[in-house]
């Protein structure tokens, strides 16, 4: 069927022992999207992707990947996608170009179409200008960079991305964001896991967000900002947890909502410059005042109840 899912997961669910990893999740994912599992860590991400890269067995529940059946067509799946593990898995004994030459033989390419593609892909990650360097040295954001290259040398259907820019540096990680935004906009369909909110509000078109082995949210980053929180936020940071703890109930009164998260006061509303003004005519004076725009960290700050570095 053409509307056929690349992706579908009906009831997924993945025990290890007594421990459930994924608690009967439903999604689909479609082709020519960009899809997240969004979460913290110990959420449940790495198995849901470890499932549909057919290297983890289904324990219960329904999945289709590329119209195949992982159970029995394992081989041929993996044979379709292109995978960037959240561990490189590099050879870092040989050159960055032969990374990919030796990469490219698994799916029996020509040599010269490798070479080829090998060639054009170090262009556009790049790094060609460090093709006859040893992999070793490279810094992380290159060899994530070269990780991504790797995956797409067999020109895959599907690309599965387990925390891409996890442990990078922000110009490291805007970089992997320019390549991975360049690939969507040739409408490659992928699949990312990853922690960090603000990757995903680039990046996704749709995503789920997950807590726990559940999926607690999903939808567009627009659309699960608008859904589950208010257009604008004031942080209030303080110089004591009293002053902190004074300051709670009156913004309560203020906003839609307010939280306390550390040394903040986090109030929800729909006009931030207001409240900020509501808050100092009440006698609230904090030690940083900052009006910003909601965001995915919101959405999960309030569905869940805390923050995202939490394991």
Known sequence: MLDAPLIEGRGLTKRFGAFVAVDGIDFRVERGE????????????????????????????????????????????????????QEDSLDTELTVRDNLLIYGRYFDLPRDVISERAARLLDFVQLADRANSLVDPLSGGMKRRLAIARALVSSPELLLLDEPTTGLDPQARHLVWDR????????????????????????????????????????????????HATREVVELRFATDEERDEALPVAEEVGERAEAVGDRVVLYTADGEKAAERLADAGIHAEATLVRRSTLEDVFLIITGRSLVEE
Do not use: W
Not at 185 to 205: I, K, P, Q, S
């Open 180 to 227: 991975l935004h360049q690939l969507k906009r040739e409408g490659v369909t992928f699949v990312l896991t990853t922690h960090y909110m603000d990757e995903a509000e680039r990046l996704c078109d749709r995503l789920v967000i997950m807590d726990r082995g559940r999926i607690v949210a999903e939808g567009s980053p627009r659309e699960l900002i608008s859904r």
């Open 34 to 85: 960009a899809f997240g599992f969004l979460g913290p860590n110990g959420a449940g991400k790495t198995s849901t992707m470890r499932m549909i890269g057919c290297v983890s067995p289904v324990t219960d529940g329904h999945l289709q990947v590329l119209g195949l059946d992982p159970a029995a067509d394992g081989a041929a799946i993996r044979g379709r996608l292109g995978v960037v593990p």
